[in-house]
């Protein structure tokens, strides 16, 4: 929603916002008597509450923190006091240990406040670092969000956008078009769906209000509180009915297949809460139960771009990734990848440094981990996704994998392209040297023999072996060695 434009149909007031996500009579206010600071000659309103309304409450029974700000009192603007009491009830959450929620829909720093404002942005961002991977942090925009305040949800773990009314940028369309001259408009500069499918800065898209509140609840339902507890447990369900897993994967290589459907004949009730579904839609990630349990879910998407790893995909996972290992969530992994994208255009644009995200990601991943290769996992790619080699601890593959460092095709044309060039029929050379690559090369069982593969199963057992393997691996320590921290290639 631009300033001056009239409020959607369905939009709430603040305190309205915090009770439609809070268990019903759970909220209770903090700093409702604070007052903005006097600025100027002292005749300026200052209003109680100033522009934010801060708390705490339980969703479905769990503490969480909430603050809420109100479009309402000088535009939803950060001053002084407003910063003051978000600031404040970061604290709490960090000292408490619960979950904290951001509703945003404010007009950024208030200029008439000046460098305190400022100074109130950095202080939450720098709160929103001391967090990080300590309680979750989810930003829900409900309106503009733009200038300093778009860079704490930048930080925090999720944000939610509603569309249509959600914009989150920088710089606003009219300082884009006084400094470049460039003509855009809020929507396509900022809006939830730019968000949500060009630039990656969100990780859902909600219909309306109610809409982006119910997916914070759901979100919530698979966190834990902070990184000391573990994660909630439910009692155990059947996996979802779909396509039979030995008849999913098709003859041809080539030929695509949905690995949603993989996904949800293995986890309980075949229910996949999918993060950042929109963008970057050639890997799949997605928090999902299995025997009642959390769990973090990769797999690459056959679907698009025959589930190559590129730029966009390497950076959305390997976050995800990142932020599963940080709140104890396990790592379930299903691999069916050709490998890195190839072309000028992702290597100019830094596909090697980026890329190596996800292999940091999963190099660095402590918690369990469970990989189950599909069906190709070529090159790069096998490496990155959940391979022995980055410290996965049971890898599974189905009969239909082909673990190489290329395709058939590909390798028997730089092995034996002399022979090729000479043969009086290279055609039906080439038929049967790639069938017989394919039998040794291309098979999961050379890499089982290494011990990089545990089990070779039919896919309608694949559920069965990722309950045991999880279940065994339950009670995993991985020390690592004493640092500050490592030097992810940012």
């Known amino acids: 929603m631009a300033p001056g434009e009239p409020r959607r149909r369905g939009e709430h007031g603040a305190r309205e916002r915090i009770n439609l996500l809070l268990d019903v009579g759970s909220f209770t206010e903090t700093g409702l008597l604070v007052r903005g600071r006097p600025t100027g000659d002292g005749t300026a309103p200052r209003p109680y509450g100033d522009g934010v309304v801060t708390g705490y409450g339980t969703v479905d029974g769990r503490p969480v923190c909430v603050f809420a700000q109100d479009p309402t009192v000088f535009g939803g603007s950060m001053g002084e006091a407003f910063g003051e009491k978000t600031v404040a009830l970061m604290d709490l ?8 929620v951001g509703l945003n829909d404010g007009g950024g720093a208030r200029i008439q406040e000046g460098v305190a404002s400022l100074a ?47 914009h989150m940028f920088v710089t606003g369309p009219d300082v884009i078009e006084a400094v470049t001259g460039e003509r855009t408009g809020a929507e396509e500069l900022g809006g939830a769906r730019t968000s949500n499918t060009v630039n990656g800065n969100a990780h859902f898209l909600a219909a309306d209000e109610m809409d982006a509140l119910d997916t914070v609840r759901d979100l919530l339902s698979y966190l834990p509180a902070n990184n000391l507890e573990p994660p909630p447990r439910y009692a155990p369900a059947a996996a979802g009915a779909g396509v039979p897993l030995d008849e999913i994967v098709p003859d041809r290589l080539t030929q695509a297949y949905d690995m949603r459907d993989v996904l949800r004949s293995v986890v309980d009730r075949g229910e996949l809460l999918e993060i950042q579904e929109l963008f970057a839609p050639n890997i799949v990630c997605a928090l999902a139960l299995v025997e ?13 771009a025959a589930g190559v ?62 990989t189950v290769v599909v069906r190709k996992a070529y090159g790069g790619g096998y490496a990155v996704m959940g391979s022995k080699h980055l410290g996965a601890d049971i890898n599974l593959a189905w009969p239909t994998a082909r673990i190489a460092v290329m395709g058939a095709e590909g390798a028997v044309g730089v092995l034996h392209r002399r022979e090729l060039a000479a043969a009086d029929d290279p055609d039906a050379l080439r038929a049967r040297l790639v069938a017989g690559y394919e ?49 992810i290639p940012l």
Do not use: W
């Open 93 to 100: 959450a960090l000292k408490t240990g619960c979950p904290v």
């Open 120 to 166: 109130l942005y950095a202080e939450l961002v720098r709160r929103n670092v001391k967090a990080s991977g300590v309680i979750p942090q989810i930003s829900v925009v409900l309106g503009p969000c733009a200038g300093g305040a778009a860079y704490s949800p930048a930080i925090t773990d999720f944000t939610v956008m509603v569309d249509g009314a959600s």
């Open 292 to 304: 009642g349990a959390p769990v973090g879910v990769v797999a690459n998407q056959p679907l698009h």
């Open 309 to 370: 790893l590129d730029i966009d995909a390497s950076e959305k996972a390997a976050r995800f990734v990142r932020f599963c290992d940080a709140f104890g969530l396990p790592l379930l992994t299903f691999a069916d990848v050709p490998g890195y994208l190839s072309g000028v255009r992702q290597e100019q644009g830094g596909i090697i440094r980026r890329g190596a995200k996800l292999l940091y990601a999963y190099a660095e991943a402590t918690v369990p981990k469970v």
């Open 439 to 487: 039998s040794t090369h291309g098979t999961p069982y050379l890499a089982a023999e290494r011990g990089y593969v545990d089990a070779v199963i039919a896919p309608r057992d694949t559920r069965a072996h990722v309950c045991r393997a999880l279940r065994a691996l339950r009670g995993k320590r991985a020390p690592m060695p004493e640092r500050r921290h490592g030097n």
